[in-house]
C-alpha cells in the first residue's frame, strides 16, 4: 500500500477513489471532506458528537467525522452518503425505502441517519435503535425511519406512487435529492476560500461594554477584512417580525440585554476564522443586574428593559364572554392549580448558516428561512436601500419550527457583503444558535374551571404571563392567541382568560409550533382530569359531553356551521382507551414498583394570523413548449408544502403532478406565499394554488371550447392536449405570443382568509379555521426512581381532507416526539444548555409506537376541505402524558418537564402526605 503521509498531506480512500489533503493542524474529517474534497454531504449539526449529522464510515464503521481528525484517516476507507448511494445495495435499498416511507423530512439528519443504517444493514450485529441512536432527528419522530430500515432490511417494497390526487399518498417532490444528500442548505452554498463572519456576542445576560481601537485590530490583524458594528448600518438598526413592536438591533449599542446578544462582527479569510478567538477582539465588559423571570421582572424596583413598556409588560391579549366569576362562585365543583413551563430549544439540527454576494450592485442572501419575503422587508429597512438592490434565494432548511420565521444571520451576511463588496459566508455554532436565537416561551399560569352536577363546564378563569424574553419577536402573537386558545376545543359560556408577554434578560422567545397554545393546553387538560375525578366521570365521557360541536359558538362567539370534528376524534379514541384503561388496571394488579398510567388530552389550532390580513399568492405559467411552471414560494422546512400545493395545484389544473416543473421559493422569481407558521401553508398557500390552477384551466379549456369538470389536460411539445372523456383537443402554443417571463399562458391568484377583528373582549373571528385533535398516551412510571417510559400513543386528527396521508402521519409523528420532549426532557437553562449534550431531545430510543387515526370534517375554506396540521399535533402531547403519569402515581404535577428528580420528588412528598 502507498505510504498514507505523502508531502502533500494526507491521503486516504473516499468513496473508492484515492484523495490526499494539506491540513490544517488538529484538523477535523468533517471540514476537510466538506472544505478540501467537496463532500457537503456530509452535514454539520454541532461539531460535538451530539447529533450524528456528521455520521460517515471509516472501514466501514460508522463515526462522527467531526470527532475525528484527519490525520487519523490516513491510508483509511471512508465512505460518505454520496458515494454509497451510488455503489452500495444496502443504501439504495434505503433510498427508496426512505422515500416511501417519507423518512426525511427536512433532510439536514438524512445523510447521517442514512450511512449509519448502511452500516447496521451490513452486519445487523445489533438493534436497529442501537445503530442509529447516535443519529438525532428533530423532524420525523423517528418512527418512519424505522420503518424505512425495516423496508429496507426485507429487500424492498413496491415503491410509493411519484404522482397522484389530493388524497393521496405521493413521494415527496423534492425527496429524491435529501435521499441522495444532494440537497443543499445554508452552509452548503459557498466555496471554500470564502471570506467568514464570524459574530462578536455578550457572555453576560445584561451588560455595558465599550470598544476598543477598532481601526487598529482591523489593520494589525492579518487575514481581517473588516469589522462591522452599530456604526455601519445605513439604514435602521432594528428589527422585529411584527413591526408596531420592531425593537431588537443589529447591533447592539452601549448595552446588551440578554447573553449571545451580537455587538459586533469580523470578516476575514478563511484561515484566520478557522483559529479566531473571539477573546481577543478589543472589547470591554461590565456585568449589570439582571432580571431572568416574569414575577423579578414586574417588580418595582426591576430594570426597565424598554422605554414606554412599563413594569415589563410587552402587551397583553384579553378574551372574556359571560360572567367567569359568577358560574365559578355557583358551580357544582371546582378545580384550581398554578402551572409552569421552562424554555425549550427548537434544536433543528441546522445550526442557523448563509452566503451573501454582490452582483450588479446588488445583493443577493442564500440562507435558511422560513420568511423570505419578510427578511426583505427587514434587510430593506437595516440596509437603507430599496427592495429591488436586494434578493433573498432561501436554500433547502434542516428544520425550523418557528425559530427560523426571524432574521439571524441575514443582516450580518448582507452588511458584509455590501462591505468588502464580495461574497461571505456564515454558519453558527451550535452554542452560538443556542444563545442567540428564539424559544419557546416559559409560562406562569393561574387558571380555575368549574363544572356544575352533571358535568356541563361552568366558569373558567384563566391568566398568563409569558416570559418573552429581552425583545418582542412573537410575544404579541403569543399573548393575543393564547386567550383565544386557553379554553380548548369545548363549549364555555363564561369564560375569561388573559395573557401578558413580560419582558426579561433571556434570550428573546419567539414562534415555536403552538405560538403559546401548548402551555395553555397543559393546564387546561390537566386540570379537566381533575375536574372530572371530582365528578367520578370518565375523563373521555367528561370531554365528549364538553365537545365543541357545528353550530355551538367558541369563546370568542365564532360560530362554524361544518368542520368542528373534535368529537370525532373523541369517538376514535374510545376503543382505544376502553382497552388501554382495562391493560393498564390489569398490569397495575400484579403489583411492583412500575405503574401503568393511560392519559388523554385535546386541543385545537387557529391556521394562520389572528384576526389579521394573511394572504398567499401563487403563480403559474405555461411555456411555448409546454411546459406547465409552478411558482411555488411557500417554504418547505421539512412539513412537505413543495408535495401538498402541487398536488393541490394538479388537481384543480386537471394534469399529473408529475408534469410540474417547481420555481421553489425567490424572491425574485416567486410571489409571497406568506411565511411557513402557523399551520397556514395547507391551507391558505394551499387556496391560493388552488385558484391559480383554476384559473389557467379555465384559459387553456377556453381556447379548445371545452367546458367540463372532468376534461384532463397533458401537456406535449409545443400544445397541451386536453381529453374529455372520448374526444381529445389540442391547444397549439408556438403561435402565441410569450410575456417576459417566457409564459404564453399563466394565472396568479391570491386567497387571504376571511377573518374579523376581535373587540375589546376578544370577541369576533379570528381564525377562518382550526383543526382538532385528541391523544393518547400510554406510560409507564418506575416509582423508584421517577422515570416514565412512554409506551404508545394514538393520536387522532381531523385534518379536514388529507391531502397526502403518509405526509399526515410523518407531521403527527414529528410532533408528538417534540411534545414528548417538552413534557419530559426539555429544559433550556440560558448560560448552561447551550449544547445538545446538556440539553436533551428524544431519540430514537424515546420514541414508543404511534398509531395516527386521520378523521376528515371538511372545512368550509380549506383547499378540497383540507385544514392545517403542523402546529396542533404538539398541543395535546404533553397533557396526555402528564395525565398519564398522574393516574399512574396518583400524584398532580405542576411543572413541566417532568424530570426523573421532580417526579422522584412528588412521589415523596406524596407519600409523606
Not at 470598544?211 to 492579518?222: A, V
Not at 435558511?368 to 429597512?381: F, I, K, R
Not at 394488579?589 to 385545537?604: E, L, N, Y
Request: with cysteine; aromatic share 6%.
Amino acid at each position: 500500500m502507498k505510504d498514507a503521509a505523502t508531502p502533500e498531506g494526507i491521503a486516504f480512500t473516499l468513496n473508492n477513489q484515492p484523495v490526499q489533503s494539506t491540513l490544517e493542524p488538529g484538523e477535523r474529517l468533517s471540514a476537510t471532506l466538506r472544505e478540501s474534497l467537496g463532500a457537503r454531504d456530509v452535514k454539520i449539526g454541532c461539531n460535538a458528537g451530539d447529533c450524528g449529522a456528521c455520521t460517515v464510515l471509516v472501514d466501514g464503521a460508522p463515526v462522527c467525522a467531526c470527532l475525528m481528525s484527519t490525520a487519523q484517516a490516513a491510508g483509511r476507507h471512508v465512505e460518505t452518503l454520496g458515494g454509497l448511494v451510488k455503489g452500495d445495495e444496502n443504501t439504495k435499498a434505503l433510498a427508496a425505502a426512505f422515500q416511501n416511507h417519507g423518512a426525511a423530512q427536512c433532510g439536514i439528519c438524512t445523510p447521517g441517519m442514512m450511512v449509519a443504517a448502511t452500516a447496521y444493514l451490513r452486519n445487523k450485529n445489533s438493534t436497529v435503535e442501537d445503530a442509529l441512536g447516535g443519529v438525532l432527528c428533530r423532524c420525523t419522530g423517528y418512527r418512519k425511519i424505522l420503518d424505512a430500515v425495516a423496508e429496507a432490511a426485507r429487500g424492498g417494497a413496491a415503491p410509493l406512487p411519484v404522482s397522484g390526487k389530493t388524497g393521496q399518498s405521493i413521494r415527496r417532490l423534492d425527496g429524491l435529492a435529501k435521499v441522495e444528500g444532494r440537497e443543499s442548505f445554508g452552509d452548503d452554498v459557498a466555496t471554500p476560500d470564502t471570506p467568514v463572519i464570524r459574530v462578536i456576542r455578550s457572555p453576560f445576560a445584561r451588560a455595558r461594554f465599550e470598544f476598543g481601537d477598532l481601526e487598529g485590530f482591523k489593520t494589525h490583524t492579518e487575514g481581517v477584512l473588516t469589522v462591522l458594528s452599530a456604526a455601519d448600518i445605513t439604514g435602521r438598526n432594528c428589527f422585529g417580525v411584527i413591526p408596531p413592536f420592531a425593537d431588537q438591533p443589529v447591533f447592539a449599542v452601549a448595552e446588551t440585554r440578554f447573553r449571545g446578544e451580537a455587538v459586533a462582527a469580523v470578516v476575514g479569510t478563511p484561515e484566520l476564522m478557522a483559529r479566531f478567538d473571539p477573546e481577543d477582539f478589543p472589547v470591554t465588559w461590565q456585568e449589570l443586574p439582571a432580571v431572568m423571570d416574569c414575577a423579578t421582572a414586574m417588580a418595582n424596583d426591576a430594570p426597565q428593559l424598554h422605554s414606554g413598556r412599563s413594569g415589563n409588560v410587552m402587551t397583553g391579549g384579553f378574551v372574556q364572554c359571560g360572567d367567569a366569576d359568577a358560574a365559578l362562585a355557583q358551580a357544582a365543583h371546582s378545580v384550581s392549580g398554578a402551572f409552569s413551563t421552562g424554555f425549550v430549544e427548537h434544536a433543528y439540527i441546522e445550526p442557523e448558516a448563509g452566503f451573501a454576494t454582490v452582483k450588479d450592485g446588488r445583493v443577493e442572501i442564500y440562507g435558511c428561512t422560513q420568511a423570505p419575503v419578510m427578511d426583505l422587508d427587514s434587510l430593506e429597512e437595516i440596509l437603507g436601500v430599496g427592495r429591488s438592490r436586494i434578493r433573498i434565494k432561501p436554500t433547502a432548511v434542516g428544520g425550523g419550527f418557528g425559530s427560523k420565521l426571524d432574521i439571524s444571520m441575514q443582516p450580518y451576511l448582507a452588511l458584509a457583503a455590501l462591505k468588502t463588496n464580495g461574497p461571505v459566508r456564515l454558519a453558527y455554532s451550535r452554542a452560538e444558535s443556542m444563545q442567540s436565537t428564539t424559544k419557546r416561551h416559559p409560562a406562569d399560569i393561574e387558571l380555575t374551571i368549574g363544572a356544575d352536577e352533571n358535568g356541563r363546564l361552568q366558569g373558567f378563569r384563566f391568566d398568563g404571563l409569558f416570559n418573552t424574553g429581552a425583545y418582542a419577536s412573537w410575544g404579541p402573537t403569543v399573548a393575543n392567541r393564547v386567550p383565544v386558545h386557553a379554553s380548548g376545543p369545548y363549549r364555555i359560556a363564561d369564560f375569561r382568560a388573559e395573557a401578558k408577554g413580560i419582558h426579561t434578560h433571556c434570550p428573546p422567545s419567539g414562534a415555536f409550533r403552538g405560538f403559546g397554545v401548548p402551555q395553555a393546553a397543559i393546564a387546561q387538560e390537566v386540570l379537566f382530569d381533575e375536574l372530572a375525578a371530582k365528578l367520578d366521570m370518565d375523563p373521555l365521557a367528561f370531554r365528549e359531553l364538553n365537545a365543541l360541536e357545528n353550530g355551538t359558538p367558541t369563546v370568542c362567539g365564532q360560530v362554524f356551521e361544518q368542520g368542528v370534528g373534535i368529537k370525532a376524534c373523541f369517538k376514535a379514541l374510545r376503543e382505544p382507551w376502553a382497552k388501554a384503561t382495562a391493560d393498564a388496571a390489569a398490569f397495575n394488579a400484579k403489583g411492583g414498583p412500575i405503574r401503568r398510567g393511560v392519559g388523554i388530552a385535546a386541543g385545537w389550532y387557529g391556521c394562520g394570523n389572528t384576526s389579521l390580513p394573511n394572504p398567499s399568492t401563487i403563480k403559474s405559467g405555461v411555456r411555448r413548449d409546454g411546459k406547465i411552471l409552478l411558482h411555488q414560494g411557500a417554504m418547505d422546512i421539512g412539513q412537505g408544502a413543495n408535495t401538498v400545493i402541487s398536488q393541490i395545484f394538479a388537481q384543480a389544473l386537471g394534469v399529473d403532478v408529475k408534469h410540474l416543473h417547481l420555481i421553489g421559493a425567490d424572491t425574485d422569481l416567486t410571489p409571497d406565499a406568506g411565511k411557513t407558521s402557523a399551520s397556514r401553508q395547507t391551507f391558505v398557500s394551499g387556496n391560493a394554488a388552488r385558484l391559480s390552477g383554476l384559473a389557467l384551466r379555465a384559459e387553456i379549456l377556453r381556447r379548445c371550447n371545452v367546458d367540463s369538470a372532468s376534461a384532463v389536460i397533458e401537456p406535449s411539445d409545443g400544445a397541451l392536449i386536453v381529453r374529455d372523456g372520448s374526444a381529445r383537443h389540442e391547444v397549439s402554443l408556438s403561435g402565441l405570443q410569450s410575456d417576459a417571463e417566457g409564459y404564453v399562458l399563466r394565472a396568479e391568484e391570491t386567497y387571504d382568509p376571511p377573518t374579523k377583528p376581535l373587540d375589546k373582549d376578544g370577541q369576533g373571528v379570528p381564525y377562518a379555521q382550526f383543526g382538532y385533535a385528541a391523544h393518547l398516551a400510554v406510560v409507564d412510571v418506575d416509582t423508584r426512581f421517577g422515570t416514565v417510559h412512554p409506551v404508545r400513543f394514538v393520536a387522532a386528527h381531523d385534518v379536514g381532507h388529507a391531502v397526502n396521508p403518509m405526509l399526515v402521519e410523518g407531521q403527527v409523528h414529528g410532533g408528538i416526539a417534540q411534545g414528548l420532549g417538552m413534557a419530559l426532557m426539555e429544559e433550556y437553562i440560558p448560560g448552561r444548555t447551550e449544547n445538545l449534550h446538556d440539553y436533551l431531545i428524544p431519540t430514537i430510543g424515546d420514541i414508543p409506537p404511534i398509531e395516527t387515526l386521520i378523521i376528515e370534517e371538511p372545512d368550509a375554506h380549506g383547499p378540497y376541505g383540507a385544514k392545517g396540521l403542523g402546529e396542533h399535533v404538539l398541543i395535546p402531547t404533553a397533557p396526555a402524558l402528564i395525565n398519564a403519569i398522574n393516574r399512574a402515581t396518583g400524584v398532580q404535577l405542576r411543572q413541566v418537564p417532568v424530570t426523573p428528580s421532580r417526579l422522584k420528588a412528588a412521589l415523596k412528598e406524596a407519600r409523606h402526605d
